[in-house]
């Protein structure tokens, strides 16, 4: 079997398959799924004085608490006496814990347009948690909640029961899976940094809706010292804009079409070395099939570039060209993806980058939610690079070096959940634990007189690899006066004590990580550094973050990183600080974050990051020398 993989002929054998399954598809037409017991859906549409008649309906993430529910919807009747209001069949009750959103409940009328989160406390009974003013259309209702029974009616309706209420769904209206659902299994809706808006601009093409969106991100960045001198000539200040729009259409009720366009624009204003440089460009995003549940079953079918993204991106986050199965069973998701690059993914390039092309990737991630808000979670990835090896006397381009071949072989587990309690406030933990294994061979280069690199197999080396490494930790929300979250975390990616002999001991992650995640707030961050952000390879890092919630929907959070190397090394795998360890000690150093997010609006993000890194003794005379950078961002989302 692993003969036929690594055959690069064959590479191309499941796009083929694929392309006849969604042909198939096509002609054909798909039945639904029978049983949506359990699962989570968003549902648009109006009230009907018995049932609620569904326009759209879009299947959500089912990690959340079986019993939290969201409506938004014109009030019909409101009680201040009995603190209780209703919308449409819904009752609606608060009381002093309930958060309010620039909103005051003695000045709502009935015609109101309103958002409630909370807990259903009996059928069509909702506890509010947060309230706070909507700009849906008065005559609409949006239910989001578990499914609690399903029955078939005449002419292929069927009518659900969600939140206790009643739901009607036509024959003509299919069950999407949202494109959030389409990530990683056991993933929050969309990528965790998207926020699109609930109602978004759509144009009827065929008798279908044409979905568009998309956002436009502004980023200011500034760099200092981060070559640990202050006499070195490395400041910058860096501008970048990026366009992203989004098509999404159904082509028919049981296959989707997914369109994504980049345009990116960076200019540096400000360089030290007087190096500025401007760049502008055009991304191929993510260009899918999705057909859902595959004859009726738990399965789904997606081809095409994707985003391959799993909870805390330690693993994987990463636009592929991949043939991906998903598999979701209530409690247990699964998806099994082959992966390899078929095209450049930028304008800036006629070829793939030298680094990607021609390597091989299976991937699988499984979960089993063993009980509410706690899963157990498997991963693997087995990655073949069939590319051709640069040999020795090769000359080659600097922006074509392809310094590394490895046939590696990516295992480990997760455990992750929260526990509410009644006066401790809310505990959250993770638990993950990796090992790899494999061959890899790295390529040494010497630098031509023109600039090119010539291949020195003197400089690389060969080896057999084997490394492991763990990341936990648990959040702990507390009761106290602010609300504040406290944060520690712990993280070790083994080390070699000899890597000029083999096997290579140290850990390295996939190459498809971003260590990118929420703990308390609204943003998630570089959760091992925003400046230094080292792969975990050889480094232990010990985290402690103080996050506090401010104004409805914006977050501060404190956070501070403490690294030091497991093996004495003069070199660290993967880091923005330019200067090199000496190999002598292990004390890397420190570093002090402060994340500032700002979510009061429904298309706004605004996200600042202060980062201060200070040098340790590892890095002999440059010990206790400072590195700095600040970050603002700004997304408009549509």
Same mark, same amino acid.
Do not use: C
């Given at each position: 079997?692993?003969?036929?993989?690594?055959?690069?002929?064959?590479?191309?054998?499941?796009? @083929? +398959?694929?392309?006849?399954?969604?042909?198939?598809?096509?002609?054909?037409? @798909?039945?639904?799924?029978?049983?949506?017991?359990?699962?989570?859906?968003?549902?648009?549409?109006?009230?009907?004085?018995?049932?609620?008649?569904?326009?759209?309906?879009?299947?959500?993430?089912?990690?959340?608490?079986?019993?939290?529910?969201?409506?938004?919807?014109?009030?019909?009747?409101?009680?201040?006496?009995?603190?209780?209001?209703?919308?449409?069949? &819904?009752?609606?009750?608060?009381?002093?814990?309930?958060?309010?959103?620039?909103?005051?409940?003695?000045?709502?009328?009935?015609?109101?347009?309103?958002?409630?989160?909370?807990?259903?406390?009996?059928?069509?009974?909702?506890?509010?948690?947060?309230?706070? #003013?909507?700009?849906?259309?008065?005559?609409?209702?949006?239910?989001?909640?578990?499914?609690?029974?399903?029955?078939?009616?005449?002419?292929?309706?069927?009518?659900? +029961?969600?939140?206790?209420? #009643?739901?009607?769904?036509?024959?003509?209206?299919?069950?999407?899976?949202?494109?959030?659902?389409?990530?990683?299994?056991?993933?929050? #809706?969309?990528? !965790?940094?998207?926020?699109?808006?609930?109602?978004?601009?759509?144009?009827?093409?065929?008798?279908?809706?044409?979905? @568009?969106?998309?956002?436009?991100?502004?980023?200011?960045?500034?760099?200092?010292?981060?070559?640990?001198?202050?006499?070195?000539?490395?400041?910058?200040?860096?501008?970048?804009?990026?366009?992203?729009?989004?098509?999404?259409?159904?082509?028919?009720?049981?296959?989707?079409?997914?369109?994504?366009?980049?345009?990116?624009?960076?200019?540096?204003?400000?360089?030290?070395?007087? +190096?500025?440089?401007?760049?502008?460009?055009?991304?191929?995003?993510?260009?899918?099939? !999705?057909?859902?549940?595959?004859?009726?079953?738990?399965?789904?079918?997606?081809?095409?570039?994707?985003?391959?993204?799993?909870?805390?991106?330690?693993?994987?986050?990463?636009? &592929?060209?991949?043939?991906?199965?998903?598999?979701?069973?209530?409690?247990?998701?699964?998806?099994?993806?082959?992966?390899?690059? +078929?095209?450049?993914?930028?304008?800036?390039?006629?070829?793939?980058?030298?680094?990607?092309?021609?390597?091989?990737?299976?991937?699988?991630?499984?979960?089993?939610?063993?009980?509410?808000?706690?899963?157990?979670?498997?991963?693997?990835?087995?990655?073949?690079?069939?590319?051709?090896?640069?040999?020795?006397?090769?000359?080659?381009?600097?922006?074509?070096?392809?310094?590394?071949?490895?046939?590696?072989?990516?295992?480990?587990?997760?455990?992750?959940?929260?526990?509410?309690?009644?006066? &401790?406030?809310?505990?959250?933990?993770?638990?993950?634990?990796?090992?790899?294994?494999?061959?890899?061979?790295?390529?040494?280069?010497?630098?031509?007189?023109?600039?090119?690199?010539?291949?020195?197999?003197?400089?690389?080396?060969?080896?057999?690899?084997?490394?492991?490494?763990?990341?936990?930790?648990?959040?702990?929300?507390?009761?106290?006066?602010?609300?504040?979250?406290?944060?520690?975390?712990?993280?070790?990616?083994?080390?070699?004590?000899?890597?000029?002999?083999?096997?290579?001991?140290?850990?390295?992650?996939?190459?498809?990580?971003?260590?990118?995640?929420?703990?308390?707030?609204?943003?998630?961050?570089?959760?091992?550094?925003?400046?230094?952000?080292?792969?975990?390879?050889?480094?232990?890092?010990?985290?402690?973050?103080?996050?506090?919630?401010?104004?409805?929907?914006?977050?501060?959070?404190?956070?501070?990183?403490?690294?030091?190397?497991?093996?004495?090394?003069?070199?660290?795998?993967?880091?923005?600080?330019?200067?090199?360890?000496?190999?002598?000690?292990?004390? @890397?150093?420190?570093?002090?974050? !402060?994340?500032?997010?700002?979510?009061?609006?429904?298309?706004?993000?605004?996200?600042?990051?202060?980062?201060?890194?200070?040098?340790?003794?590892?890095?002999?005379?440059?010990?206790?020398?400072?590195?700095?950078?600040?970050? &603002?961002?700004?997304?408009?989302?549509?």
């Amino acid at each position: 079997m692993w003969s036929a993989i690594r055959n690069r002929h064959r590479v191309f054998l499941p796009w @083929i +398959m694929a392309l006849g399954v969604l042909a198939l598809s096509w002609s054909v037409g @798909i039945p639904e799924a029978q049983s949506l017991v359990g699962t989570r859906l968003k549902i648009k549409g109006n009230w009907r004085e018995t049932h609620v008649e569904a326009t759209s309906v879009e299947q959500r993430a089912p990690e959340k608490d079986p019993q939290a529910g969201r409506i938004i919807g014109a009030i019909e009747t409101i009680d201040l006496a009995s603190k209780s209001l209703r919308i449409g069949p &819904l009752r609606v009750s608060w009381d002093a814990e309930t958060r309010l959103s620039t909103i005051s409940l003695n000045t709502l009328r009935p015609r109101d347009v309103i958002e409630v989160k909370g807990r259903l406390t009996a059928p069509g009974q909702v506890a509010a948690t947060e309230v706070k #003013p909507s700009s849906a259309k008065p005559g609409r209702l949006q239910l989001r909640g578990h499914v609690t029974a399903v029955d078939k009616l005449p002419r292929g309706a069927r009518r659900l +029961m969600v939140l206790g209420v #009643p739901v009607v769904i036509p024959q003509d209206i299919s069950i999407d899976v949202s494109e959030d659902m389409i990530g990683a299994a056991g993933q929050a #809706p969309r990528r !965790l940094d998207d926020k699109r808006p609930d109602e978004q601009l759509t144009v009827p093409v065929f008798n279908r809706p044409l979905t @568009i969106g998309g956002e436009l991100s502004s980023e200011l960045e500034y760099r200092r010292d981060i070559d640990l001198e202050e006499e070195a000539e490395d400041d910058l200040l860096r501008f970048e804009q990026r366009l992203e729009v989004e098509l999404f259409y159904p082509l028919t009720p049981k296959l989707d079409l997914f369109l994504e366009g980049k345009v990116r624009y960076r200019a540096d204003l400000y360089a030290e070395d007087g +190096m500025q440089d401007v760049v502008w460009g055009v991304d191929r995003g993510e260009t899918w099939l !999705l057909w859902h549940h595959l004859f009726g079953t738990p399965f789904s079918l997606q081809a095409g570039r994707q985003s391959i993204e799993e909870k805390r991106e330690w693993w994987w986050d990463a636009d &592929l060209d991949a043939l991906r199965l998903h598999y979701d069973q209530g409690r247990v998701r699964a998806e099994l993806s082959v992966a390899q690059e +078929m095209a450049t993914d930028t304008s800036e390039d006629s070829r793939i980058d030298s680094e990607e092309a021609g390597i091989f990737r299976l991937l699988g991630h499984a979960v089993w939610e063993w009980a509410s808000k706690h899963d157990l979670a498997g991963f693997f990835l087995y990655q073949h690079d069939h590319s051709e090896r640069q040999r020795e006397g090769d000359i080659v381009e600097s922006d074509r070096r392809d310094a590394t071949d490895a046939n590696l072989v990516w295992f480990g587990v997760r455990a992750m959940g929260s526990l509410k309690t009644e006066n &401790l406030g809310e505990w959250s933990y993770w638990f993950d634990a990796a090992g790899v294994v494999g061959h890899e061979v790295v390529v040494g280069f010497d630098r031509t007189d023109d600039g090119r690199r010539v291949v020195d197999e003197s400089e690389g080396i060969e080896q057999d690899v084997r490394g492991w490494a763990v990341d936990l930790g648990v959040s702990w929300k507390t009761p106290l006066p602010l609300r504040p979250t406290f944060t520690l975390g712990y993280a070790v990616g083994s080390g070699d004590n000899d890597p000029d002999q083999g096997p290579g001991k140290a850990f390295r992650q996939t190459g498809l990580q971003d260590n990118n995640s929420r703990f308390s707030g609204v943003n998630s961050f570089r959760y091992y550094g925003e400046l230094l952000r080292p792969e975990l390879s050889n480094l232990q890092i010990w985290t402690v973050t103080l996050g506090i919630p401010i104004l409805n929907s914006s977050s501060v959070e404190l956070v501070y990183h403490h690294y030091r190397q497991v093996e004495p090394q003069d070199r660290l795998r993967d880091v923005r600080i330019n200067a090199d360890p000496e190999g002598e000690g292990r004390r @890397i150093g420190q570093e002090w974050n !402060l994340i500032v997010g700002i979510e009061e609006w429904k298309h706004w993000e605004i996200e600042w990051i202060g980062a201060l890194f200070r040098a340790g003794s590892a890095y002999g005379d440059l010990s206790g020398e400072l590195a700095y950078q600040v970050t &603002l961002k700004v997304d408009y989302n549509f």
